[in-house]
């Protein structure tokens, strides 16, 4: 999955790709955030579909998607609460 969003976002894969049912793996911190933040992380979807990358991208920009997917920073309070509208 992160592979495809680093390609996607990148500008190296296609917006016609799908990037559902590919696996992700929530860390305890992150499970913590989302249950504190009110959201079930065992009913969150297994991927994404290129309409929600669009729309994340949009809301909380390239730079900051590329931070994420390269792991040197994790998503926060800030990202979710702009990118809630996406899910």
């Given at each position: 999955?992160?592979?495809?969003?680093?390609?996607?976002?990148?500008?190296k894969g296609s917006t016609s790709a799908s990037v559902a049912n590919q696996p992700t793996t929530l860390g305890p911190d992150q499970k913590a955030l989302l249950k504190n933040l009110g959201m079930d992380p065992n009913n969150l979807p297994n991927g994404m579909s290129p309409q929600q990358v669009n729309c994340i991208t949009g809301a909380?920009?390239?730079?900051?998607?590329?931070?994420?997917v390269?792991?040197?920073v994790s998503p926060g309070i800030s990202d979710l609460f702009s990118a809630r509208g996406c899910f």
């Open positions: 999955f992160t592979s495809k969003v680093e390609s996607y976002v990148s500008g909380i920009g390239v730079d900051r998607i590329q931070q994420i390269k792991g040197t």
